[in-house]
C-alpha cells in the first residue's frame, strides 16, 4: 500500500461547441499560459501558468491528446 498517492485533478467544464482549450506561448521566454479561446470572438481567457508537466495534465484535464498554440 503505497503512502504517497498522486492526486488526481477533476476534469474542466468547459462548453465544446463555444471554447476551444489552448495554450499561448511566449516566442521569448518560452512562457505557456493554458486557458480557452471563445471561437464566437477568438479572445483567449487565461486559466494558469504552466511548465511541460502542467501542460500534460492541462490536457488530460480537458481530454485532448494535444491543444492549439499561439504564439
Known sequence: MPFFKKKT???LPYDP???EPAVR?????GEMTVGFID???GKF???????????E?????VGKDS?????
Not at 481567457?45 to 501542460?55: A, K, T, Y
Not at 495534465?57 to 484535464?61: A, N, S
Not at 491543444?67 to 504564439?71: A, D, N, R, S
Open 9 to 11: 485533478l477533476p476534469p
Open 17 to 19: 461547441e463555444t471554447q
Open 25 to 29: 506561448r511566449s516566442i521569448c521566454t
Open 39 to 41: 471561437k464566437a470572438t
Open 45 to 55: 481567457h487565461e486559466l494558469m501558468l504552466v511548465d511541460s508537466q502542467g501542460l
Open 57 to 61: 495534465e492541462f490536457c488530460r484535464r
Open 67 to 71: 491543444v492549439k498554440t499561439i504564439y
